[in-house]
């Protein structure tokens, strides 16, 4: 497996369900990010780890659990989701830099969520 | 706080044509960077090209091409000799340069390539 990769690539759930995606990067990079992407509407940042330590924290719904138990894996987990939620979530990685500067990041293909 | 804009939800051109799709940026910073990402239909996000700010120079990546007008705060993707593969959304994005996480994205702009 090389890049990042994400499973599952679909998921259905129902408002009252628990889920978890899960994000896997083979890049040794140690930032990795959530993304909500919907149609016709910017890449929304949810959560930034770098060194397994959340640095960013954009506004989400409790409802939305990230963590992060090392530094090539991610995880995204789901309860009493609401049917706007529905959505691509992307995952994403890159080097962290020890200054600022440009870092590339790496994105896996997704999990098309729907909630009924 | 910065913006990103792309006006053009979507174009078309016919294969082997030149296609230019559109960027603005709103940004009270100098020193800055600018992207082209490109999502084909099976979804997976790829970096395109990258734009340093304090670069005059446009870059260059074989047959993309940028045109960056910093004062205008324009960042132009020209794609030429289109190919049927290059069909895709495409997604302009900024980053501060004093901070490593926070890409803005524009909204994207749906390119069909038409055989």
């Known amino acids: 497996e090389t890049g990042v990769t994400q499973t599952p690539r679909h998921l259905v759930m129902g408002m009252t369900n628990k889920k978890s995606l899960k994000c896997e990067q083979h890049?040794?990079?140690?930032?990795m990010y959530w993304y909500k992407q919907s149609a016709k509407k910017p890449l929304e940042l949810m959560f930034v780890?770098?060194?397994?330590?959340?640095?960013e924290n954009n506004s989400v719904p409790s409802r939305f659990s990230p963590e992060c138990p090392n530094s090539s894996h991610l995880f995204l987990h789901l309860h009493t989701l609401q049917p706007e939620d529905s959505a691509l979530y992307l995952c994403?990685?890159?080097?962290?830099?020890?200054?600022?500067?440009?870092?590339?990041?790496?994105f896996g293909p997704g999990t098309r969520l729907t909630v009924l | 706080a910065q913006t990103v804009t792309q006006s053009q939800p979507e174009m078309s051109v016919q294969e082997a044509e030149t296609v230019t799709l559109s960027c603005t940026y709103d940004t009270s910073e100098s020193d800055y960077y600018l992207f082209w990402y490109k999502q084909p239909p099976s979804r997976q996000m790829i970096l395109v090209i990258r734009?340093?700010?304090?670069k005059q120079q446009n870059a260059t990546e074989n047959r993309f091409s940028v045109n960056f007008q910093k004062a205008a705060k324009s960042f132009s993707l020209k794609i030429s000799d289109s190919q049927l593969g290059d069909a895709a959304m495409y997604f302009c994005?900024?980053?501060?340069?004093?901070?490593?996480?926070?890409?803005?994205w524009g909204a994207g702009t749906k390119l069909i390539i038409k055989p």
């Open positions: 780890y770098s060194l397994e330590e959340r640095v």
């Open positions: 734009q340093e700010a304090y």
């Open positions: 994005a900024y980053l501060n340069m004093d901070s490593n996480y926070q890409l803005i």
């Open positions: 890049l040794g990079h140690n930032a």
């Open positions: 994403a990685s890159s080097q962290e830099q020890g200054l600022a500067g440009y870092n590339e990041q790496f």
